[in-house]
Structures are given as C-alpha cells and as structure tokens.
C-alpha cells in the first residue's frame, strides 16, 4: 500500500491498479486490433480480385459473342474469296488483274459497254 497521505490510501491504491492494468492491457488490445485491420484488409483483397475476375470473365464472353456474330454474318462468297486470296497468295496487282478479266467477261456476254474508257 501507498504511504499515508491526505487522501484515502486504499483510493491511491486502485487508481494506481487501475493504470496498472490499463498500460498493461495495452500491447494485447494493440495487436488484437492488427489482427483485425489485417483480417479485413486481406479479406477486401479477395473480394476485389473476385470481383476483377468477374468483370474480366463478363468482357471476354462479350468480346466471344462479338466476333461470333461478325463471323456468322460475313457472306459466304465473299468469305471463300477472301480465305482463297489469303491462302493462294496472290499479289494485289494479279488479283485486279483477274477481276478486270472478269469483269471483260461478264461485259462481253451482256454486250454492254466496256468500262475504262477503252474500245
């Protein structure tokens, strides 16, 4: 027990217990309130990337059922052109050359007037 003073000994003695116990309760609740900020920090990590993952998954489904629709929509005979010029290899200036005959042809059995101003 404290001395003797003008105050009540006993009163001295439990404020004295008091601060005791608060400083010593201190490092405990510190590192309990770590535990929990680093619980909820962790926590709201993996919801966030759940979440970009979600929206990931949802834009690449939407860019899938893009070009899934671009590709059922192309016409047929201009997609087999397009592949057999790409897979022949074929120069631009021989593929014009080719449409220009065609075109010749198809002007020659309408007997329609050559275009380009020839004869």
């Given amino acids: 027990?404290?001395?003797?003073?003008?105050?009540?000994?006993?009163?001295?003695?439990?404020?004295?217990?008091?601060?005791?116990k608060v400083l010593g309760d201190a490092p405990a609740e510190s590192m309990g309130m770590l535990y929990q900020m680093m619980a909820q920090?962790?926590?709201m990590s993996m919801q966030n990337m759940v979440a970009?993952?979600?929206?990931?998954?949802?834009i690449d489904s939407a860019v899938v059922t893009g070009a899934v629709s671009l590709l059922y929509t192309l016409d047929t005979a201009t997609e087999g052109k397009a592949t057999q010029e790409v897979l022949s290899g074929n120069p631009v200036a021989e593929t014009m050359a080719a449409l220009k005959g065609t075109l010749a042809g198809f002007q020659g059995a309408n007997n329609s007037p050559k275009f380009g101003g020839g004869t």
Avoid: F, L, P, Y
Avoid at 1 to 20: G, K, L, P, R
């Fill in 1 to 20: 027990m404290a001395e003797n003073t003008w105050m009540n000994s006993q009163i001295t003695d439990a404020v004295t217990q008091t601060n005791v």
């Fill in 41 to 43: 920090s962790t926590g």
């Fill in 52 to 58: 970009n993952q979600q929206h990931k998954n949802s």
